[in-house]
């Protein structure tokens, strides 16, 4: 069989297959998709980041950062609090719920890190860490 090298192709593929089912379980567990968790887990080790870290951190610009926020603030996840040194910035805070929606959607998150992991030895599972990683600071 011949090995297929159409690696953006098989990335994008791979990443759809991925997300389409993490999103599944994830509104299954907690209401949230990927997307949403990413921000909760971001905000469990920074809680009361100004909006523009957590833009950064998520690698999204304004309007998607304020969509992402408008959606888990509407769900009882997340609040907005202005900054005291700065009327005109935002710091964003998990709110109880956000923190238990966070903790479940953990559960979830790693067993799907753990089912790509299955059936691989510790060298092929450095090795796809390797390649990502590369993958990650050529494209940055």
Do not use: P, W
């Amino acid at each position: 069989m011949k090995k297929d090298e159409r690696f953006i192709f098989l990335i994008g593929q791979a990443r759809h297959r991925l997300f389409t089912r993490l999103d599944q379980a994830l509104m299954k567990a907690a209401g949230i998709t990927a997307a949403q968790s990413g921000a909760l887990y971001y905000l469990m080790e920074h809680d009361g980041c100004l909006l523009s870290e957590l833009s950064r951190a998520l690698l999204l610009d304004k309007a998607a950062i304020t969509g992402l926020v408008d959606r888990l603030e509407h769900k009882g996840l997340v609040e907005r609090c202005r900054a005291a040194s700065d009327r005109r910035a935002i710091n964003i805070r998990l709110t109880d719920s956000g923190k238990d929606a966070a903790r479940k959607c953990l559960v979830v998150t790693k067993e799907f890190n753990n089912a790509i992991k299955e059936g691989l030895s510790e060298q092929e599972i450095s090795m796809f860490s390797t390649i990502l990683q590369k993958i990650i600071s050529r494209f940055s």
